[in-house]
């Protein structure tokens, strides 16, 4: 049986796109020695301001999400035994434990591209550190007024940091879905 036309086709409009699209992903860049395009570098000013505004957004993901889902149910007393909605309490507690290590770990690292704001977050990794496994304890129900003071703890110090480096950080709750990831 004969090769239908249209596959021949089909594999010829592919290979024209794909020499197309590499074409115009090198078109405008310089290009190094290698012939590889080599990227074009963002001022000093637009780096440092992305640094801040995606530490600001990183940090206050993380302590909204502290506050809103760690400190007030706590202080509720939603992760008493016999507590109503205790369970799910406890779970989103410890999605939210693991959501803020992990954005207070993304937020030191935009830290770095603003010299003022790194000198000032440094000093707060060994206690960003500490959370990591603090997000388990929460989920089974294994927390107690230290573990939930070392969030809040950890939380103030990276806002005062920001807030000492001109990158003011306003709590901003994230919704259920951003901590399941």
Known sequence: MPRSPSRGVVALLLSCVLLMTTAACNGDDEQSASGAATPTSTSTFEQQKLAKTRFVA??????????????????????????????FALVKAGLAGAFTYNRLKAAVNNAKGDPLLSKAVVPLTAGIESLKELGTKLRKGEAGDADVGAFESVINSIKDAGKSAGAEVVDKVPSTSQLGG
């Open 58 to 87: 990183n940090a206050g993901l993380a302590a909204g999400a502290t506050y809103q889902w760690i400190v007030k149910p706590y202080r509720a007393g939603k992760f008493t035994k016999g507590a109503d909605g205790r369970t």
